[in-house]
C-alpha cells in the first residue's frame, strides 16, 4: 500500500481510535456488495452495530477464525472483496493463519487488526499486543508485505479505498479504545449462515 | 460390491469420488498415510489443495469457502482432530455448515507413540457427543459408497461429517 509508505507509523505512533467508528466509517465505504466477516465478540458486534448487511457473516464462537472464514470467502468468490474484522487477542491465537493467507495470496482480501492491547469482553486482561508485540510487524514478518498501521481515521479510510481497488491481501492495523458496544448481534448462527450465504448469491 | 482385486488403491478412489462430488478446495494438515492422496490432489489442477498451520484454521477455511459456494475437504490425522471441539461446536453445527473432514487413524492396530494411542480414545467419543456423523473406512470395495454417501448427506442436511481411514484400509503407520 503506496500510502503506507507516505505516513509511516509504528503502533505507539498509531492514534488510539473508537472501533465503533472505524467501523462504520468502513462500511460506508462498501459499495459493492464486499463480504465482511465479523470475529468473535466486540468486533462482530459493532459490525452488526454499524447496520445490519446481507453480506456480513458475525461470528459468535471460534475464536481466532475470522481471518481464516475470510480468506475461505476470499478463494471461492475471487469476484468479490472480502474483509475480515478481527481483534489483537483473536489473531495472537491464530498466528498462523497470516502464512497461510501469505502463501495463498488472495488478491481481494484484507485483514483488518483491532488491536487495543487487551481482552476487552473478558475484563480487560492484558494480551500480548499490550505489551510489545505488534501484530503488523508479525503481519509483514509472515509474508504479508501489504500491512500498516493506520496512523488516524483519514489514514484507515484511505487505506480501505486501497484496499476496495488494488490488488492485495492487505492488514490494516488499527489501535481502538475499549467501549462497550452499542448493540449486540443476535445469537442465531444458522439464520446468520443462512443471510449471508444469500447475500452472497449462493442460495436463492 | 465390486471386486477388491479389480479396484484401484484406496486413494485413487477416494480422489475420484471428491471430484464427482465437486470437492475442490483441500486445506490440510500433513500425514504420512494421506501421502499418496495429498500427493495425487497436488498433481491434479482440479484440485486446490495447501497446508494449513492448524486443524481449526482448516475447518475455518473450509466454512468460509462452503458459505461462498467452494465446497472442500479437511485433511488431517487423529492428533489434529483432537484440537477440533471447539470449532465444531461453536461454528459448524450451530451455524450448519457442512465441513467435511477426513482423518487417517493413528492410535490403534499397531501403534508405537503413546501420545497417538491415548489421544486417539478421544476422536470417537468426542464425536459422539457432538452427534457428528462419522464413518470409518476398513474396505476397500467400501471406500467408494461410504466417502460418496456421506458428501452427499453432509450436504443435504448441512451437516459437518468426518470420514476416518482406518489402518485396515491404509496400512497405518507401523513404524516409527
Not at chain 1, 487477542?89 to 482480501?109: E, F, Y
Not at chain 2, 456421506?150 to 448441512?158: D, E, K, L
Amino acid at each position: 500500500m503506496s500510502a503506507i509508505q507516505n505516513q509511516p507509523v509504528s503502533r505507539d505512533q498509531a492514534k488510539v481510535m473508537r472501533r465503533a467508528d472505524l467501523t462504520r466509517r468502513l462500511v460506508a465505504r462498501l459499495k459493492h456488495e464486499e463480504a465482511v466477516i465479523g470475529g468473535i465478540g466486540f468486533s462482530n458486534f459493532d459490525l452488526f452495530g454499524a447496520g445490519h448487511r446481507a453480506q456480513n457473516f458475525y461470528m459468535l464462537g471460534s475464536m481466532g477464525l475470522a481471518v481464516p472464514i475470510a480468506l475461505g470467502v476470499a478463494l471461492a468468490q475471487k469476484q468479490r472483496r472480502v474483509f475480515a474484522l478481527e481483534g489483537d487477542g483473536s489473531l495472537l491465537m491464530q498466528l498462523g493463519a497470516l502464512g497461510t493467507v501469505a502463501t495463498q495470496r488472495p488478491t481481494n482480501l484484507c485483514i483488518v487488526v483491532l488491536d487495543n492491547g487487551a481482552y476487552q469482553i473478558t475484563g480487560g486482561q492484558m494480551a500480548a499486543s499490550g505489551a510489545g508485540t505488534d501484530l503488523i510487524a508479525i503481519a509483514r514478518a509472515s509474508g504479508l508485505a501489504q500491512s500498516a498501521w493506520a496512523a488516524d481515521e483519514t489514514a484507515f479510510e484511505e487505506m480501505v479505498d486501497r484496499a476496495l481497488t488494488e490488488d492485495g491481501p492487505f492488514v490494516i492495523g488499527c489501535r481502538i479504545d475499549n467501549a462497550r458496544p452499542e448493540k449486540q448481534t443476535p445469537r442465531d448462527p444458522s439464520r446468520i449462515r443462512d443471510d449471508f450465504m444469500r447475500g452472497l448469491g449462493v442460495k436463492k | 460390491m465390486p471386486d477388491a482385486a479389480a479396484l484401484p488403491p484406496w486413494h485413487q478412489i477416494v480422489l475420484d469420488t471428491f471430484k464427482q462430488n465437486d470437492i475442490r478446495l483441500i486445506p490440510y494438515v500433513p500425514d504420512n498415510v494421506l501421502r499418496p492422496l495429498i500427493e495425487g490432489v497436488h498433481a491434479d489442477p482440479f484440485f486446490h489443495a495447501f497446508t494449513c498451520a492448524r486443524e481449526e484454521e482448516a475447518l475455518g477455511i473450509a466454512a468460509g469457502a462452503w458459505m461462498g459456494g467452494l465446497r472442500s475437504m479437511v485433511l488431517m490425522q487423529t492428533s489434529g482432530f483432537a484440537t477440533l471441539a471447539n470449532v465444531i461446536a461453536s461454528l459448524a453445527v450451530p451455524a450448519q455448515i457442512p465441513v467435511l473432514m477426513m482423518v487417517s487413524e493413528r492410535g490403534t492396530l499397531g501403534e508405537f507413540n503413546q501420545g497417538q494411542a491415548l489421544v486417539a480414545r478421544t476422536m470417537r467419543p468426542v464425536m459422539d457427543a457432538l452427534a457428528m456423523e462419522h464413518h470409518t473406512i476398513t474396505r476397500l470395495d467400501e471406500t467408494g459408497f461410504i466417502v460418496d454417501r456421506t458428501i452427499r448427506q453432509a450436504v443435504a442436511t448441512q451437516a459437518p461429517a468426518t470420514l476416518i481411514l482406518s489402518p485396515l484400509l491404509t496400512g497405518g503407520k507401523a513404524q516409527p
